[in-house]
């Protein structure tokens, strides 16, 4: 029952954290006011943010979150929240876009619970860690809601402030219930092995690849098409928010699938086994999905478009099984490393696909939306590649 309790209390300091930096979009017209900026330059900031996103994950090859765990998840909390005080008293606008790629830093939470999950369980870790990441759309649907009502009595700065200490409050409550432990990255035996050189790393770093190339480009480009056929902002809003809704419940529905798959094998290739199944079935879900999106986007049919989302969540339905896949075929001692250095593969993504999708629908969108749907199908091939390779702990010869 402890354990679980750590698995909800993880869920809401996510959901606190990811959804409280909502309020950048919220507040948008009261930020372009206040700083005198473009929409133009005011899309820079989430230029930065995604970036983040990317460069947080080479934080975990530092010591920045060696030792208590409890203090790390502090640090990874802290990229949001101090920023997120600081953004209203910024005396100009690139001091802005440099808090918001900090902003991005508060990923680190991800691989950070990853390791704590993977102390706790074995075969329930795909179910766990789903319940966890769907923290992150949880705070994308409430974080968008409560915003707007914040912003109209406290006024954007005061509103801004109001989140930070959102995010400080649940921290306090997590951390007085959760246990720590210490995260250690040895220097000896398997340690020194760097997780780099294995062609299995870059390999399953890239089967998230594309689902992150989807996750981080469609609702963006959603809004742009709906704009651009005559959609009003309640249905567009309502395509983002289904959109959230639907990545948490298939978060949380493929986590327990995982957990059904693995706990019949947990050893490692087992455990890895279950992880392959579950990502490949929410690819083929995901593709089915973003077929129906395009057909109905390209025939402007709102409540066709509104049904794939249904479907199209399901490519969260990778996540929970991509980050339990370290702790299963990595040693113990280079996992905690391992996980990082899969989130740095898999969230270069985030950094190119936005720009290439608007690239190529400059062209068309039917080609734009190609190639968002040929996405899935890229993953179910990395998948069955790397299902074929010998696991690091198998190379190794240490237990999982």
């Known amino acids: 029952m402890e354990r679980w309790k750590a698995v909800i209390l993880d869920t809401l300091v996510m959901t606190a954290g990811f959804g409280t930096l909502s309020m950048m979009g919220v507040a948008k017209p009261d930020i372009i006011s206040h700083f005198g900026i473009s929409a133009e330059a005011y899309d820079l900031q989430h230029i930065a943010y995604v970036f983040g996103l990317f460069v947080a994950f080479l934080l975990g090859h530092t010591k920045l979150y060696e030792g208590s765990f409890k203090r790390s998840v502090a640090i990874a909390l802290s990229f949001a929240a101090i920023p997120q005080a600081l953004i209203p008293y910024m005396p100009n606008w690139y001091g802005v876009v440099f808090l918001r790629f900090i902003q991005g830093f508060v990923v680190s939470l991800v691989p950070l619970f990853s390791t704590q999950i993977a102390n706790f369980f074995v075969a329930e870790r795909p ?26 009595a406290l006024g954007w700065k005061g509103a801004f402030l109001m989140t930070t200490l959102i995010m400080y409050a649940v921290l306090l409550l997590w951390w007085l219930i959760v246990s720590d432990f210490e995260i250690i990255h040895k220097e000896e035996g398997t340690a020194k092995v760097s997780v780099w050189k294995f062609k299995f790393t870059w390999l399953l770093g890239f089967t998230f690849f594309p689902a992150l190339w989807v996750i981080f480009t469609i609702i963006g480009f959603s809004a742009s098409l709906g704009y651009q056929m005559g959609w009003g902002k309640d249905q567009v809003a309502t395509l983002s928010t289904s959109l959230n809704i639907s990545k948490a419940l298939w978060s949380i529905g493929m986590g327990y699938v995982g957990y059904l798959l693995s706990r019949k094998n947990p050893s490692a290739r087992g455990l890895f086994k279950a992880i392959v199944q579950v990502m490949i079935a929410s690819y083929a879900i995901a593709f089915i999905g973003l077929l129906i999106y395009s057909k109905a986007i390209l025939a402007g049919n709102y409540t066709l478009t509104l049904a794939s989302v249904v479907l199209i969540g399901a490519l969260q339905g990778t996540g929970p099984a991509f980050w339990t896949s370290a702790p299963a075929t990595y040693p113990k001692s280079i996992y905690p490393r391992a996980s990082f250095a899969l989130g740095l593969i898999s969230n270069s993504a985030n950094t190119v696909a936005p720009s290439i999708t608007e690239i190529l629908a400059r062209q068309s969108d039917a080609l734009a939306l190609g190639e968002l749907a040929l996405m899935p199908l890229i993953g179910i091939l990395t998948l069955l590649a790397v299902s074929r390779m010998k696991m690091p702990v198998e190379e190794l010869g240490h237990e999982a």
């Open 127 to 152: 179910f766990a860690k789903g319940i966890i990441l769907s923290g992150i759309f949880w705070g994308g649907v409430f974080g968008s809601m409560s915003a707007k009502y914040a912003v109209q």
